[in-house]
Structures are given as structure tokens and as C-alpha cells.
């Protein structure tokens, strides 16, 4: 039996059922849980026996609200209690039409890329389906509470697996929160509104397209391998030349791409040459590189390219027939930007 956080209807209606309890009640429980309400003991509506049944049955719930912080661009982190111990980060980003969710996958990171300040988290462990997908239903319910002014979407709309940890690290929770979020009878989300973000385990991508298809970005960092064997040390085991042979396998929904993602490092992965292997790297018909400011952290030994030398680097990329973006920081008066998530630091 999953938890409750990840329980599909008709599941809940036998469970209650088998407890001698009426089946409607089953949806007025999940009814709650879609409103981000995961204690049954908050269930108002809910007959206290049925209630107790659930607590008994399920435990506490999967999460618990620690702290939140909102950054002047709207960008919310929060801090979240894991119920068998530990802290977990989560960031929701409104933008004018979509909210999108980032997902934390694992208590600190297995790898340990230089530039990341959740790599600096000893890894901890891994987040069972049921803590992912909780994140969600938490958030749900914030934005529920306190609407956002900046955007006309209500509810998220996006989810990205690009919080803390390597979530083809974690396949388990991986694959169960994803099951529950495409399935008909779980969220029913498109595949096409899920992104998954590696940085390059080969065999866990090829079964994420075999599995669930959704939108995949991989953590590139340099088409060097050299570099790359600094930036991401996974391409130790899994170098470049691998890596593309895997990402031409991938299967791509219609008019999608594989994002490719570039912090760029003042000095480090920001010259002609590094353009040239970049260029030389990319698929132009199927993916796309995502150029993203490098978000500082006490200690972290990198600085970041000037945004007017990031924006003539994406020039020279688009000029060469390369799709090619900067992706603006968010949440970054909050640490809540990219590669800034470390929940030990929240707390302090
Ligand atoms: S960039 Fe991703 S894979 Fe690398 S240390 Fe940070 S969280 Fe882990």
C-alpha cells in the first residue's frame, strides 16, 4: 500500500472499505490531500474513526513545514522536515503564465560538482516517491493560501527535478513520484510539463525514455572533457562521447528538445574555445543550450561570467545555428537559485 501522498482513489476506497468504512468517504480523504492537506487528523470533514484509521495505517505525514522564505521576485523556498529525520529544500517560481515546482530528490548529493553548493552537503539519502510528490501537495497548498500577485496561474502548472540531488541517483523515488504524477488516476500531468535534470548517469537515462519519456536536461557544464571531468566528475565514468550516444536515443516529444545546461564561470568554461566545443557538441535539431548565471555561495572558489559576457556568448551560439537562451537568476536574495539549495545552510 503507498503512502497517502501518492495513494490512487480506487486504492483508498478498498482500503476503507476492507476497515468497514463507506467507499464515498474515499474521496472526500483525497479531496483533502488534492488541497495539499496530508494529516487526517486535519481532514475536518472526515468522521474521527476514519481519521484515527489513517493516521494508523499511513504514520505522520511524509513532510512538515519548517520555514519559508519569499525573495523580491516572487520566488518561494521552503524548508521541509522529513518525517524519519533530515531537512529538505524546495523552490516554487511563478513567472506571468506557469508556476513551476523544483523538486528536491535527495538529502544532500551523492556527486559532487565544485560549482554546487548542494554537493558541499554530504549526501544523506534518498527520497522515497511519496516525499517527492508531497513537495508538491505543500506547495499546492501555500499558493493555495497566499496567492501569488505575479502570476495569473493558480496552482503549479511545471515540475522540474532540479533541487537538491541526482534524481537518476534515486530511481526509486524517481520513477514512483513519476508514475503518480502522469498517471490518469494520480495528477495526469502532461509529460511534456516535467522535466528531469541529470548529470549524465547513462543507464538511468536510457530506461527514464524507455519508462517515462518526459523532458530531460542534462548538467553539461563544458563539451571539453577535460573540463567536464572538473565540473561534473560523473564524465569520469560516463564521458562525453558516451553521454551523446545516449542523448541521440532519447526520445523527444514533438517540437521538444533536450536542454543542455551551461553555468558559466568567469574564466573556466567562458572563452572562444569553449564556444568552439560547444558548438562542435550540440545537436542544433534537438536540443538546446540553457546558459545560467552562476549563483555564488560562502566559499565556493568560482565567480561568475558578467551577464553582458553571457549574452554575447549566446549570440555567438544563435549566429552558428545553436538554440541558445540565459536563463535569469531566481530567488537568488533567498538562495534559492540554481545550485544554491543546501538545507543545512536554511536553518543557520
Ligand atoms: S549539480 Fe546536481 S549532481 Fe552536481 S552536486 Fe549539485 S545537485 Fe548534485
Not at 501522498?5 to 476506497?13: K, R
Request: net charge positive.
Amino acid at each position: 500500500m503507498p503512502e497517502l501522498s501518492i495513494v490512487l482513489l480506487s486504492s483508498l476506497q478498498s482500503l476503507l472499505q476492507g476497515w468497514g468504512f463507506p467507499k464515498y468517504r474515499a474521496k472526500q480523504v483525497l479531496d483533502w490531500r488534492n488541497k495539499g492537506v496530508l494529516d487526517p487528523q486535519a481532514m475536518l470533514n472526515v468522521p474521527q474513526e476514519i481519521r484515527a484509521a489513517l493516521v494508523a495505517h499511513f504514520g505522520e505525514p511524509p513532510l512538515r513545514l519548517v520555514q519559508r522564505q519569499c525573495a523580491s521576485d516572487g520566488t518561494r523556498k521552503y524548508l521541509f522536515a522529513l518525517r524519519e529525520g533530515g531537512t529538505i529544500e524546495t523552490v516554487m517560481i511563478p513567472e506571468r503564465k506557469r508556476i513551476t515546482v523544483c523538486l528536491s530528490s535527495q538529502l544532500g548529493c551523492i556527486l559532487d560538482c565544485p560549482f554546487c553548493y548542494t554537493g558541499r552537503q554530504n549526501f544523506e539519502k534518498n527520497l522515497t516517491g511519496a516525499a517527492i510528490v508531497a513537495q508538491l501537495w505543500m506547495v499546492k497548498a501555500d499558493v493555495m493560501v497566499d496567492p501569488l500577485i505575479n502570476s495569473t496561474a493558480t496552482t503549479p502548472t511545471h515540475l522540474v527535478y532540479m533541487g537538491m540531488g541526482e534524481p537518476l541517483a534515486n530511481e526509486s523515488g524517481l520513477h514512483q513520484s513519476l508514475a503518480f504524477f502522469l498517471d490518469e488516476t494520480g495528477m495526469h500531468l502532461s509529460r511534456r510539463r516535467i522535466t528531469v535534470s541529470t548529470s549524465g548517469l547513462l543507464p538511468q537515462i536510457t530506461r527514464l525514455g524507455e519508462m517515462f519519456p518526459v523532458n530531460l536536461a542534462i548538467s553539461l557544464h563544458s563539451a571539453k572533457n577535460d573540463l567536464r571531468n572538473t565540473l561534473v566528475p560523473i564524465n569520469k565514468k560516463y564521458p562525453l562521447t558516451k553521454l551523446r550516444k545516449i542523448l541521440d536515443s532519447y526520445p523527444l516529444a514533438e517540437q521538444r528538445y533536450i536542454t543542455l545546461e551551461y553555468v558559466m564561470l568567469a574564466g573556466i568554461n567562458d572563452q572562444p574555445e569553449d564556444l568552439l566545443a560547444l558548438v562542435g557538441y550540440v545537436r542544433k535539431l534537438r536540443e538546446r543550450i540553457n546558459l545560467i548565471h552562476f549563483n555564488p555561495y560562502p566559499n565556493s572558489g568560482y565567480t561568475a561570467t558578467p551577464i553582458k559576457m553571457m549574452d554575447a556568448f549566446a549570440s555567438d551560439l544563435v549566429s552558428q545555428g545553436v538554440r541558445a537562451t540565459v536563463r535569469r537568476s531566481r530567488g537568488d536574495d533567498i538562495m534559492a537559485a540554481c545550485g544554491q539549495l543546501n538545507a543545512h545552510a536554511m536553518r543557520q
